[in-house]
């Protein structure tokens, strides 16, 4: 099974509003990752964590707030959003950050920022 | 920096016509190469790898990709398409050291034509 399952799958909010999205796989996977996809763009990286720690961030404003309270789930907490950040953000994970990985995307959330 | 180049935009083939996607990555070192797909409305899925060994993989779907290290290139082929493969697809690459996470191409979309 190479499921990552992702919640909500859309989502509509106000510049001042606060809103997560979540992401979780059950694959026993240690590295988990957040991206974002603009409409006919790649998939741009955001966050990287490995083993529940924050290994990277690619200098992401910080309206974006990531958050891995287990080896199972990872959040994305959105506060006083841009209506440029409207986007599909995709959450992936890989067994490790390890040298030959391969990673399995989840379906992604829709976000559209009023 | 890393890049990753596909050089079709979009291709348009009608079914039975033969695929190659070409992509390109500028790094010198070792990578570890994907091919990604997203069909409409749907989540990426991986339709092939390489990290090391036979240059010529094989995927999921009747695709292939040939690793051609002089030429840093990592086409995409399929001897021929069906409907079903319209879609975006994305040449992706990670740096092997320390698990870096994707780094990928401005996608091509393929429109097959029944």
């Known amino acids: 099974d190479t499921e990552v399952t992702q919640t909500p799958k859309h989502l509509v909010m106000g510049m001042t509003n606060k809103k997560s999205l979540k992401c979780e796989q059950h694959?026993?996977?240690?590295?988990m990752y957040w991206y974002k996809q603009k409409a006919k763009k790649p998939p741009e990286l955001m966050f990287v964590?490995?083993?529940?720690?924050?290994?990277i961030n690619e200098s992401v404003p910080s309206r974006f707030s990531p958050e891995c309270p287990n080896s199972s789930l990872l959040n994305l907490h959105l506060h006083a959003l841009q209506p440029e950040d409207s986007a599909l953000y995709l959450c992936?994970?890989?067994?490790?950050?390890?040298?030959?990985?391969?990673?399995?995307f989840g379906p992604g959330t829709r976000l559209l920022v009023l | 920096a890393q890049s990753v180049s596909q050089h079709n935009h979009h291709v348009i083939l009608s079914e039975a016509a033969s695929l190659e996607l070409g992509c390109n990555y500028s790094?010198?070192?070792?990578?570890?190469l994907f091919w990604y797909v997203q069909y409409p409305g749907q989540h990426l899925q991986l339709l092939l790898k390489?990290?090391?060994?036979?240059?010529l993989v094989k995927g999921i779907k009747g695709f292939e990709a040939e690793f051609i290290k002089s030429k840093f290139s990592f086409n995409l082929r399929k001897p021929s398409v069906q409907w079903s493969d319209t879609a975006e697809y994305f040449c992706?690459?990670?740096?092997?050291?320390?698990?870096?996470?994707?780094?990928f191409g401005k996608g091509t979309t393929l429109s097959v034509s029944s």
């Open positions: 964590y490995s083993y529940e720690k924050l290994s």
């Open positions: 992936a994970s890989s067994r490790e950050r390890g040298q030959e990985e391969t990673q399995y």
């Open positions: 790094y010198g070192g070792t990578v570890n």
């Open positions: 390489y990290f090391s060994g036979d240059p």
């Open positions: 694959m026993g996977h240690r590295a």
């Open positions: 992706a690459a990670a740096r092997r050291e320390a698990g870096t996470a994707l780094i």
